[in-house]
């Protein structure tokens, strides 16, 4: 049973840092591509950043250079940092696995809760 199970949300104010965290269970943690998505009312989810097995990363220009992706694949957890973090950061943040071989296979999590607002 794949388990991706979220952490570190929560209320904050502009300007200010969180670490989110996932901790994977069930999977081969180190040959999946990890990804943090967002979503918030009336958008639709997109892709935040993503670290690949091999520690390559990208990231959505919104967030470049204000949040940093990274892996512990001894711990099967996938880390966001978010500094400068501005109001339209707001939203349910998603931790995602995904594996494309013959096929494409894709976990979620359940989602955590940032808000950033004074």
């Known amino acids: 049973q794949v388990q991706l199970v979220e952490s570190g949300g929560g209320l904050v104010q502009p300007g200010g840092s969180l670490r989110l965290s996932c901790a994977a269970s069930?999977?081969?943690?180190?040959?999946?591509?990890m990804g943090w998505y967002r979503q918030s009312p009336g958008k639709q989810r997109e892709l935040v950043a993503a670290v690949t097995s091999g520690g390559s990363t990208n990231y959505a220009d919104s967030v470049k250079g204000r949040f940093t992706i990274s892996r512990d694949n001894a711990k099967n957890t996938v880390y966001l940092q978010m500094n400068s973090l501005k109001p339209e950061d707001t939203a349910v943040y998603y931790c995602n696995a995904e594996l494309v071989s013959f096929g494409k296979v894709s976990f979620w999590g359940q989602g955590t809760q940032v808000t950033v607002s004074s």
């Open positions: 069930g999977i081969i943690f180190s040959i999946y591509t």
